[in-house]
């Protein structure tokens, strides 16, 4: 069982009148630890206190949240050479009712998860990935930003049962490609770079964040756009970013079938140099 900690103590309850168990009403990190550290910790505080901004909850100070989630690893017993941590940032306790309190405090947990590599033929080859059914909803105002209301990646995650398939991509009501239920998505055509825009709906990951960044720096430029289905079935290279895995290809989706081609191979590359080691493999 997984150890959870508020305020540097260990806790094995949440009050029942916190927001986030009665209207989800808070935001979540998940981030690479790696040798014992946080992995694009900046990053990760950076969309925090967007989304603390976007949801007028009192964003927590970062020394305090650095100290809680050293304690955390320390305290865990687990291996921290390579694990996941989970900090959440809930809206607090408060009455009945959609209004908070005005009084209301923010409340952190923070938990440290073990984590299993992806294996080194998944970066070598590429993954599979299916198309979900389930939709994603369109609202500008939570665009972007992690909040506790995962309930459409739920619905689409246990659409598929076959542990051979890692991740599956959703479209929005509209139709356009949005995201996997764990991943952003880049697809390659003619050697130029794309994803999709995420204005209306999905969660900007870090990992998408740093790879844009990278690219940038680069000298490189990549199209965040409206892209429809058939914009990714029709790619020379698609590619999946996640803060645990970097950058993973994907080498089948259905009937659709990519290599893993040279301008994924030179980003994977690049991430790994800049620190992402998994890339490497």
């Known amino acids: 069982m997984t150890t959870w900690f508020y305020d540097g103590e260990p806790i094995d309850a949440l009050s029942i009148d ?3 168990i009665h209207y989800g009403d808070g935001l979540f990190e998940t981030i690479a630890i790696r040798s ?3 992995r694009l910790w900046q990053l990760h505080i950076e969309r925090l206190r ?8 009192a964003m927590p100070a970062e020394k305090s949240l650095r100290a809680d989630l050293h304690r955390a690893i320390h ?3 687990i291996d921290a050479d390579y694990a996941l941590a989970k900090i959440i940032v809930t809206a607090g306790s408060g009455p009945r009712g959609y209004k908070r309190a005005k009084s209301g405090q923010s409340r952190v947990l923070t938990a440290i998860y073990d984590l299993q590599r992806p294996s080194q033929a998944s970066y070598r080859e590429g993954v599979v990935v299916v198309k979900c059914a389930t939709s994603l909803g369109g609202q500008a105002a939570l665009a972007g930003i992690k909040t506790l209301n995962r309930l459409e990646q739920v619905l689409a995650r246990n659409e598929w049962q076959d542990p051979d398939v890692f991740d599956g991509l959703m479209c ?9 239920t764990m991943s952003n998505v880049f697809v390659v ?3 130029s770079i794309s994803t999709p825009d995420l204005g209306r709906c999905g969660v900007a990951g870090v990992m998408r964040r740093h790879v844009l960044d990278t ?9 965040e756009e409206d892209m429809q289905w058939q914009d990714a079935m029709s790619a020379d290279e698609v590619f999946l970013t996640n803060s645990q895995f970097g950058v993973m290809p994907v080498r089948q989706c259905g009937e659709q079938q990519w290599s893993v081609g040279p301008v994924t ?3 994977m590359k690049r991430i790994a140099n800049s620190g992402i080691a998994e890339c490497a493999s």
């Open 215 to 223: 690219l940038q720096s680069d000298g490189m430029s990549v199209r």
């Open 18 to 20: 916190d927001r986030a």
């Open 50 to 57: 967007h989304g603390c901004e976007r949801l007028a909850i």
């Open 189 to 191: 055509h003619d050697q």
């Open 172 to 180: 929005d009501t509209a139709g356009r490609l949005i995201c996997g």
């Open 36 to 38: 014992g550290e946080p």
């Open 75 to 77: 305290e865990s017993g």
């Open 265 to 267: 191979r030179a980003l």
